[in-house]
């Protein structure tokens, strides 16, 4: 069964929620980057196992947990609520088949889920990384399934907030085929640090816009 990593920083509101859901069978890692809120002591009572990392950043809890990781097949995703760990399996699939070697889940948002401002930098991103390398895709979606030695063979170097964009601008480079499939997004539980504010949202534009240069 697919590890499933979960980079959290404070998540302790929708970690129990997040951790009850994941699939029978499937190992979640929990990637604790600094939380103050005792997320990580919450998830290792309800049976995740736990790793720390103390470089802040987004890609550096997600190449933690990759490199964790021991299954085939990893999965990443969100541990703020917004995202059901329920669709992991469904994403998961095409690469399970040997039908693609990096699967997105493109969000189907609830109402309230994903702010405008979020929105819209998503769409430019998307855009912008169609100009550049052909390559068409939907959302940029933080819900996501490739094998595990491959991830590691592209040795992504951002350590930020553009590793998800880094991720398919390297797959795309050495030939993976890409699919989108899609999930529920849904209100996110506490406050957020990226798209929930402008600020956030504006750092995560100014990391990609890094990687795509």
Same mark, same amino acid.
């Given at each position: 069964?697919?590890?499933? !990593?979960?980079?959290?920083?404070?998540?302790?509101?929708?970690?129990?929620? &997040?951790?009850?859901?994941?699939?029978?069978?499937?190992?979640? !890692?929990?990637?604790?980057?600094?939380?103050?809120?005792?997320?990580?002591?919450?998830?290792?009572?309800?049976?995740?196992?736990?790793?720390?990392?103390?470089?802040?950043?987004?890609?550096?809890?997600?190449?933690?947990?990759?490199? #964790?990781? #021991?299954?085939?097949?990893?999965?990443?995703?969100?541990?703020?609520?917004?995202?059901?760990?329920?669709?992991?399996?469904?994403?998961?699939?095409?690469?399970?088949?040997?039908?693609?070697?990096?699967?997105?889940?493109?969000? =189907?948002?609830?109402?309230?889920?994903?702010?405008?401002?979020?929105?819209?930098?998503?769409?430019?991103?998307?855009?912008?990384?169609?100009?550049? #390398?052909?390559?068409?895709?939907?959302?940029?979606?933080?819900? =996501?399934?490739?094998?595990?030695?491959?991830?590691?063979?592209?040795?992504?170097?951002? =350590?930020?907030?553009?590793?998800?964009?880094?991720?398919?601008?390297?797959?795309?480079?050495?030939?993976?085929?890409?699919?989108?499939?899609?999930?529920?997004?849904?209100?996110?539980?506490?406050?957020?640090? &990226?798209?929930? #504010?402008?600020?956030?949202?504006?750092?995560?534009?100014?990391?990609?816009?890094?990687?795509?240069?």
């Amino acid at each position: 069964m697919p590890d499933v !990593i979960l980079p959290v920083l404070d998540e302790a509101e929708a970690i129990t929620w &997040v951790l009850e859901r994941m699939p029978a069978g499937w190992h979640p !890692i929990v990637v604790d980057n600094g939380s103050s809120d005792g997320s990580g002591d919450i998830a290792r009572r309800l049976g995740a196992e736990v790793v720390f990392e103390r470089q802040r950043g987004f890609g550096a809890a997600c190449l933690r947990g990759l490199q #964790t990781a #021991t299954s085939e097949i990893v999965c990443f995703m969100d541990c703020d609520g917004s995202l059901d760990p329920c669709d992991l399996a469904e994403v998961a699939a095409p690469v399970v088949a040997g039908e693609a070697e990096l699967v997105l889940g493109r969000r =189907r948002a609830s109402a309230g889920a994903w702010p405008l401002h979020a929105r819209v930098a998503n769409f430019a991103l998307c855009a912008e990384l169609a100009r550049r #390398t052909g390559v068409r895709l939907r959302d940029l979606g933080p819900m =996501r399934a490739a094998p595990r030695a491959g991830l590691v063979d592209l040795a992504l170097a951002d =350590r930020r907030s553009g590793w998800p964009l880094e991720m398919v601008l390297r797959a795309h480079a050495a030939g993976w085929r890409l699919a989108e499939v899609p999930v529920a997004y849904l209100p996110r539980s506490g406050r957020s640090k &990226v798209t929930g #504010t402008v600020r956030g949202t504006l750092q995560a534009v100014h990391d990609m816009a890094g990687v795509l240069r």
